[in-house]
Nanobody, 122 residues
Framework: QVQLVESGGGLVQAGGSLRLSCAVS????????MGWFRQAPGKERECVAT????????MYADSVKGRFTISRDNAKNTVTLQMNRLKFEDTAVYYC???????????????WGQGTQVTVSS
């Protein structure tokens, strides 16, 4: 069974940086594409970044391009989201997810973490 645990969320001032990490259980981490999603109060969950199973291909939502970077370390079974120049509108619960294909469509992901809160103060 695949389990995902996010960490690194917290409170940060606008313009600051934060790094989220996701630890994935099992020895099959490298068979999964990974994605980071976020959900703000009253809004639907949206994809902000994806990375292919080998890390060779990434995608980003327009709202975070140039500010966020997704990466993975298959030897450590982790995926990270480096967030720079944070804005108030980045405030949300951030979730990591695993699936067989690297798309920005929520339904393509089979496993989800519990989420970690990111709050950006203005």
């Amino acid at each position: 069974q695949v389990q995902l645990v996010e960490s690194g969320g917290g409170l940060v001032q606008a313009g600051g940086s934060l790094r989220l990490s996701c630890a994935v259980s099992g020895r099959t981490f490298n068979t999964y594409a990974m994605g980071w999603f976020r959900q703000a109060p009253g809004k639907e969950r949206e994809c902000v970044a994806t990375i292919s199973r080998r890390g060779g291909s990434t995608m980003y939502a327009d709202s975070v391009k140039g500010r966020f970077t997704i990466s993975r370390d298959n030897a450590k079974n982790t995926v990270t989201l480096q967030m720079n120049r944070l804005k108030f509108e980045d405030t949300a619960v951030y979730y990591c997810a695993a699936g067989l294909v690297a798309t920005m469509t929520r339904s393509q992901y089979d496993y989800w973490g519990q989420g970690t809160q990111v709050t950006v103060s203005s």
